[in-house]
């Protein structure tokens, strides 16, 4: 049995990621933090779009933004997600960032 792979995280080349998306949504971290705390590290548009009342292509936008920034996993079930960055890479990358 394969041991699951931790992933490490450089907090400096994921702020720069951040830099680098100039249209990135500003609710991103949000979302991140409420799928993290309070949904079991599960994520979707859906779940994006009641919690902070959007419209459904926002919120889709935002589950992009984050699967390419390696934050959600692809869908796995009905467009669920799931969430890759623990809450203290959270804090890393978005509470001492400004975010």
């Known amino acids: 049995m394969k ?3 931790i ?3 450089d907090v400096d080349k994921e702020r720069e990621k ?3 998306m100039v ?3 500003p609710l991103v971290p949000d979302a991140l ?5 309070k949904d079991k590290m599960i994520i979707s548009a859906t779940l994006i779009r009641r919690n902070f009342q959007i419209s459904y292509p926002r919120a889709a936008r935002m589950m992009d933004q984050m699967e ?3 934050y959600v996993s692809e869908p796995y079930a009905v467009g669920k997600s799931k969430v890759l960055i623990s809450l203290d890479d959270y ?3 978005f509470e001492n960032n400004g975010q």
């Open 68 to 70: 390419y920034l390696g």
């Open 3 to 5: 041991k699951k792979e």
């Open 7 to 9: 992933r490490l995280l």
């Open 91 to 93: 804090n890393k990358i």
């Open 33 to 37: 933090k409420i799928a993290i705390t």
């Open 23 to 25: 249209d990135l949504d």
């Open 18 to 20: 951040l830099k680098e």
